[in-house]
């Protein structure tokens, strides 16, 4: 059961990909404002989610909370070189690592205090 759900969310990443990367003349503005806009879509994706959260956590945590999972990933990802693995990873692949120069700057300076959205 958690696999399917997690496809389902997978999928929806996977089409804002798909729709960045295959229309650059529109803005991601209006991409995103698309994506926002069909409730049907993003009813799915929420439900995936809480069921998600609620049942498959729950029962995969092996004593660890998503909070400290997620405080945990975020360290790895901003603080143990996990960001220039990923940027590196991407790379070999051949897959797009275009930031918005906003995030470059970011990037740039260090960063003491990520701020993160936890949408799970």
Request: with cysteine; proline share 2%.
């Amino acid at each position: 059961m958690s696999s399917n759900l997690a496809e389902s969310i997978k999928k929806v990443h996977q089409q804002l990909r798909h729709d960045v990367k295959d229309n650059p003349a529109d803005s991601v503005d209006s991409i995103w404002n698309a994506h926002v806009n069909n409730l049907e879509k993003l009813n799915e994706y929420a439900q995936s989610m809480r069921q998600l959260a609620e049942q498959h956590w729950a029962e995969k945590a092996h004593g660890q909370t998503r909070i400290t999972w997620c405080v945990e990933s975020i360290r790895e990802y901003f603080f143990r070189n996990g960001l220039k693995r990923k940027r590196e990873r991407d790379q070999r692949k051949n897959l797009s690592t275009d930031i918005c120069d906003c995030c470059q700057q970011r990037l740039k300076n260090d960063i003491q205090t990520p701020r993160v959205l936890d949408v799970g």
